[in-house]
């Protein structure tokens, strides 16, 4: 009986919740098509932007035990990883004894790709964050007109209020849809942008720390987190 009682609760629960969106009118499906692009970009970038994927742990202390083999040892130790760290530090470590204006630059190029690929697919959140409320605002307003439209040509002089009310309720179904998207991508547009900047400084620091310990003080004047806008 319990169980019988449940999936009563969940079929009643998805009717409802269908009710909800067929009532919102045709704006609700590109609503509804933008809530399931920003779940997939966050599902993504949750995925491929975790500290372990981007900094694994021990890293750097795996990456000192092999260039204090040789160089052959510390950039097939880079190549193997294939974290984002890694792949600016092999820049770096395949130009070594290179001058400096050359291995500098490519240490940055290094990682402007990697910061490029952080963030990819984050303004896609951002747009979705700005267009999906003036959908919901769209949708309100061809409610309302229909709304009044049904008023306006219903015959009965009684009922009418009824009539409104029911329209206007129906047109601010997308209004709600619309910031039931747009609030939680821009939140976590923010948030994701957040992580990948306090990663970004924390590559910067330990590339720093890397060239000042096997190439020199004067090298470290690198910053990969000023001279790469992260905006």
């Known amino acids: 009986m319990m169980m019988l009682a449940q999936e009563e609760a969940t079929v009643s629960t998805v009717n409802s919740i269908m009710d909800f969106v067929i009532k919102g009118g045709p704006m609700m499906v590109p609503i509804a098509i933008c809530s399931m692009v920003a779940l997939t970009v966050l599902l993504e970038r949750l995925l491929n932007v975790r500290r372990s994927r981007v900094i694994p742990r021990g890293f750097m202390k795996g990456l000192r035990e092999a260039i204090a083999v040789d160089r052959a040892h510390a950039i097939a130790y880079c190549e193997k990883s294939g974290s984002p760290i890694a792949n600016v530090l092999l820049a770096g470590l395949k130009r070594f004894h290179e001058p400096t204006e050359t291995f500098e630059r490519h240490i940055r190029e290094a990682g402007e790709r990697e910061i490029f690929k952080l963030r990819k ?74 992580r990948i900047e306090r990663m970004v400084f924390e590559i910067d620091r330990q590339t720093v720390d890397f060239i000042e310990d096997h190439r020199g003080p004067e090298e470290a004047s690198l910053h990969l987190a000023e001279r790469t806008k992260v905006s």
């Open 121 to 194: 697919y984050l303004r896609v959140l951002a747009v979705i964050a700005s267009i999906t409320p003036l959908m919901g605002l769209v949708g309100t307003i061809f409610g309302m007109i229909k709304a009044f439209q049904t008023v306006a040509t219903s015959g009965e002089a009684l009922g009418k209020a009824e009539l409104l009310a029911e329209g206007i309720y129906e047109a601010m179904i997308t209004t709600a849809a619309g910031l039931l998207v747009a609030i939680p991508a821009l939140v976590f547009y923010h948030w994701l942008t957040s």
